[in-house]
Structures are given as structure tokens and as C-alpha cells.
């Protein structure tokens, strides 16, 4: 992040500013607050076969017992497939049994996260409320945004 805020501001304001090898949500917010334009990240596939699912109140890990029995979805707030037709004990299920059906269910979760996330930025961008949208970001998840 110290390196972003050094160098992001040195780059042409009217070409793209790309941030290559980053991921976490935490980072694009704060990458996109820096004036980064396009990031470049493996993360929403590779944790989604690992069992780590990404959501507004955080990041949780699908091999949990506590969801050995949660009816509920991966995130309440989210609209993807994964989300509206399979519950969490299910996708424990499939995923402690390693039926290939985990990681796609757990991927197209991540994606739609990430895309929906960066949708969010852009929109707020656009309505000159970016600072708001960061700081709704981190009330979500309960955490105050990091001083960089």
C-alpha cells in the first residue's frame, strides 16, 4: 500500500492505472481510493477452492462445523446463484467431500462478490461519494479503514 501511494500518483491521470497481483477486498478499496483503475488477481477463484468465500461482513470459511446445519446462504445480501439456490450446510457438504460442484459453487460466489464490489466503487465514483462507500465497506464488516 506504501508503495501505491507513492507511485499511483506519479502516473498519467488519463491512461489507466493498473495494480497487478492484489486481492483481498480490503485492498481493491483502498487501491481504488489510491486512483487505481484495474487490478489483475487470482484470489475469487483460487480461495473459492479453498473453501473461502467472500461476503459484505467479512471473508468465512466454508468447512466451519457452525455450518454443518445453516439452511441460510453464504451471504444474505448477495444475489448470485450460488446464494439463491444452495445453503451453507450444503456447500460444507460438497466441499468436505470434495465433489468438484464446491469450487464451481464456491467460484461463481466470489466473482459475483468481487464484481458486484467493484460495481459499487464505480457508481460511487461516479456520484462523487466514494468516501461514504468506503466507509459504509467497513462498517459492514465491522472494522474502521486502515491508515495506510
Given at each position: 500500500m506504501e508503495m501505491a501511494a507513492h507511485t499511483l500518483p506519479l502516473l498519467p491521470a488519463d491512461r489507466p492505472r493498473y495494480i497487478m497481483g492484489v486481492g483481498t477486498p480490503e485492498d481493491l478499496v483502498e487501491l481504488v481510493g489510491l486512483g487505481a483503475d484495474m487490478f489483475d488477481c487470482v484470489m475469487p477463484t483460487r480461495n473459492a477452492r479453498n473453501g473461502q468465500l467472500f461476503t459484505e461482513q467479512g471473508t468465512i470459511n466454508i468447512c466451519n462445523a457452525r455450518f454443518r446445519e445453516d439452511a441460510g446462504p453464504v451471504?444474505?445480501?448477495?444475489?448470485?446463484?450460488?446464494?439463491?439456490?444452495?445453503?451453507?450446510?450444503?456447500l460444507r457438504h460438497l466441499y468436505t467431500a470434495r465433489?468438484?460442484?464446491?469450487?464451481?459453487l464456491n467460484t461463481i460466489h466470489?466473482?459475483?462478490?468481487?464484481?458486484?464490489?467493484?460495481?459499487?466503487?464505480?457508481?460511487?465514483?461516479?456520484?462523487g461519494r466514494f468516501a461514504d462507500y468506503k466507509n459504509a465497506f467497513y462498517a459492514k464488516r465491522g472494522d474502521a479503514s486502515p491508515a495506510f
Open positions: 451471504d444474505p445480501a448477495c444475489d448470485c446463484y450460488t446464494c439463491r439456490h444452495y445453503s451453507l450446510a450444503y465433489e468438484i460442484l464446491a469450487y464451481r466470489n466473482v459475483h462478490y468481487y464484481v458486484n464490489l467493484v460495481k459499487g466503487m464505480r457508481e460511487a465514483i461516479l456520484a
